[in-house]
């Protein structure tokens, strides 16, 4: 299959207003996540999906650039746009707030769309800190690596080992945290944006659900890999002293 990686990139984050364009390193972190994603061996191409002129005038210099609709709910829909009119038969969606994203990490997300419509990316939960927080959305699988369901809640509940503490649920049950990371075969992608709304989507306010709802399996590669993204201007010197100790700096 051919496939492209998309990078839906906004300019107005209500957190970190320019997020893309922002300097880590010397370079945009955009082309620091373009740049990793490049490594990927499954990835025919990768692609910026802005709706922002001045993104897209930085991103054309290191990849194909593409202006979207300003009017998208959601990245899901602004990567269907850019789909909808690129030769290609399937798409993995990357968020652009991950300047040290692992292209191992988009392979095993690609390679498994060779077997399913859609796929996405989990690994285990190690920090205690990870285990009630709502931000950290949570993934159970079935026996043939398929999402059964996501939630912001922790599941499964552990009926024997409730009143235990953290750890020790922890060592208890293997828990799995999705990974914001998601493969579409193309016709899955356009149909689903096609759908409405889902209820459980509305509730947890996670968009994969309404995949679920509406029947279509979820490939989940469970992989080593803790993110490390960029949410507030403050993590950009966590970031560079990251690069730094990858290039042998420190």
């Known amino acids: 299959m051919k496939i492209v990686g998309v990078i839906p990139a906004r300019f107005g984050s209500t957190r970190f207003r320019g997020k893309p364009l922002a300097l880590i390193a010397g370079k945009p972190l955009i082309q620091h996540v373009v740049e990793r994603c490049q490594q990927a061996q499954t990835l025919s191409e990768v692609i910026v999906a802005t709706d922002d002129t001045r993104i897209w005038e930085v991103a054309q210099t290191f990849c194909r650039a593409e ?7 959601s990245g899901t829909d602004r990567i269907a746009e850019v789909v909808a009119r690129c030769e290609c038969d399937a798409a993995v969606n990357i968020q652009g707030d991950e300047p040290l994203i692992d292209p191992s990490v988009v392979d095993a997300v690609a390679d498994a769309l060779s077997s399913h419509p859609m796929s996405t990316a989990a690994t285990s939960i190690r920090d205690p800190a990870d285990y009630e927080n709502s931000n950290v959305v949570k993934v159970v699988v079935n026996a043939a690596g398929q999402a059964l369901y996501f939630s912001r809640r922790t599941i499964p509940y552990l009926r024997e080992a409730a009143s235990r503490s953290v750890d020790e649920q922890l060592a208890a049950f293997p828990f799995l945290k999705h990974l ?13 944006v096609r759908f409405p709304v889902s209820k459980l989507e509305q509730a947890e306010k996670l968009e994969q659900l309404r995949a679920l709802e509406h ?16 949410d507030m201007p403050a993590d950009i010197s966590r970031v560079e002293r990251l690069l730094k100790r990858m290039a042998g700096g420190e």
Do not use: F, K, W
């Not at 202006?67 to 709910?73: F, I, K, V």
């Not at 914001?180 to 689903?192: A, D, P, S, V, W």
């Not at 029947?215 to 960029?230: H, Q, R, S």
């Open 67 to 73: 202006m979207t609709a300003s009017d998208h709910p």
């Open 180 to 192: 914001g990371i998601y493969g579409y075969r193309r016709n899955t992608l356009l149909q689903l």
């Open 215 to 230: 029947g279509i399996p979820i490939a989940v590669a469970i992989v080593d890999y803790e993110c490390v993204g960029v």
